[in-house]
Each structure stands twice: as C-alpha cells, then as structure tokens.
C-alpha cells in the first residue's frame, strides 16, 4: 500500500488507535494532519514521531463537534498541503452509565463526539472530494454499535448512527470516484481497557472466539488497506475488527 503524495486527516489521533493509524498511514508515505483536543503535546509528540520517519506532518487541535472548528481545521490543511486524499473519523469518547440513570448530558456529549463529529467532518471534506474526484472516508463505529452492550445506550447509539451515516454517503458520492467505509473494532488493548480490573478482561476475553483483545495496530492495517487503492472497490461496508465477538457466544 503506497500513500506517497495522499494526505490524511485522522480525528483523535494523539494517542491510541488514531495514532496507530497515523502511524501506519505516515509509514506507507502519506502526509498527515493530526488532530486532537485539549492538551496538545500528545499531537505534537506524534507529529515528532511521523516526521523522524522523514513524512511531513502537522498538529490542528480542534473540537470535532464544533462546526466552526471543523471547518478551520479543513482550512488549514487545504492551506497546508493543497487538499484532502483521506478522511479517518476516529475522535470517540464513552459515558456509560445504565439508562435509567444516564444524564441528558451524558448522551448528548457521546452523541456530539461520537456521531456529530463524523457528520461535521465528512460534510467539510466532500467538496474538495468532490472536486478532485477522488477519496477515502474511514469512520471508525464499533462492536457495541452492532449487537449492543448493556450500560453503553448512548456509545451504543452513536456507533450504530455512523453504520447508517456511511451507508448513506457511500450511495451520494460512489458516482466522483470516492469510497465510504467503517470499521467496527471489538476490544482493543488501550489505555481505556487496561485500567479493567483483571477479572473483568478475563470475562471479556472468554467472549472472544479468538481468546485475546486486538490491539490498536490491527485496527491501523484494516484502516489502511481501506484507503488504499487496493480497495477501491469496496464502499459503504462495516468491517468488524474484533475476533470474532460479534459471532456471539461460542
């Protein structure tokens, strides 16, 4: 897979699996714009390691629910590198609490980070798609988006909303040459499951036909094989990424 010349945009990429799919992306050639909220110096710290592997890159902190930050932040990539090959829909955050007791806030903040945030960037993207003709949408949904998960209403809610949103933008720009995909991981080893406690990994790992978590790489070379050429024909499809859980129980 050869990114030489192509330039990605990957939402939430200053740690985890956004950063594992920068990586990934930066070592097959492609330029990168990194994104992140809040603290910057876990974007910066990537920028520093995509440019030790001599690719160019460069750090937009912004808030992927915000429109007005959305749109400045395609500003100033197009400003930067000329235009946009790659589109990765990775920010996501989690509120779980069981429904009855979930908070308006709670579910419109995953809402907002988790499905707004695809919508706000992927609008942004389209015309400059459009008019190339040419790209590649990647949006990342989830396990629990297709077969639930108590306690996860909300996360839940989003993750399925994208499957929908994908299927509907890959049927509106197939015709100018660009591809829409999702990829729905299972349990991934990251920072957000390693703070489990270990009889909770085990329970999670004995629903896992394959017996162990993916890690954040797995979901980086799935992500890279859909914005390469190599699949070009292949739009507004899920590809689960998560040994086997969503099979159900063995």
Avoid: H
């Amino acid at each position: 897979m050869d990114f030489t010349g192509k330039v990605a945009i990957v939402t939430g990429s200053g740690r985890g699996i956004g950063k594992a799919i920068a990586m990934k992306l930066a070592e097959n050639g492609a330029t990168l714009v990194i994104n992140d909220v809040g603290d910057s110096a876990p974007a910066e710290q990537t920028v520093s390691e995509i440019k030790n592997l001599n690719r160019q890159a460069v750090a937009i902190m912004a808030d992927v629910s915000s429109s007005a930050d959305v749109t400045k932040m395609m500003e100033t990539a197009i400003a930067a590198y000329g235009k946009v090959d790659i589109l990765v829909n990775n920010a996501g955050i989690t509120r779980d609490q069981l429904t009855m007791k979930m908070t308006d806030e709670e579910w419109d903040k995953v809402l907002a980070i988790d499905l707004k945030s695809v919508f706000l960037c992927t609008r942004a993207v389209l015309r400059p798609m459009l008019k190339q003709r040419s790209g590649r949408i990647i949006s990342m949904s989830s396990v629990v988006g297709i077969i639930g998960n108590a306690g996860q209403a909300n996360y839940a809610a989003a993750k399925a909303g994208i499957i929908g949103f994908t299927k509907t933008i890959a049927k509106e720009v197939a015709s100018r040459g660009i591809t829409v995909n999702a990829v729905a991981p299972g349990f991934i080893d990251t920072p957000m499951t390693q703070v489990l406690p270990e009889e909770r990994k085990q329970a999670l790992m004995a629903n896992i036909p394959l017996g162990y978590l993916g890690t954040p790489r797995d979901i980086a070379e799935t992500v890279a094989f859909l914005a390469s050429e190599e699949a070009r024909y292949i739009t507004g499809q899920v590809i689960s990424v998560d040994g086997g859980i969503s099979l159900g129980k063995l």
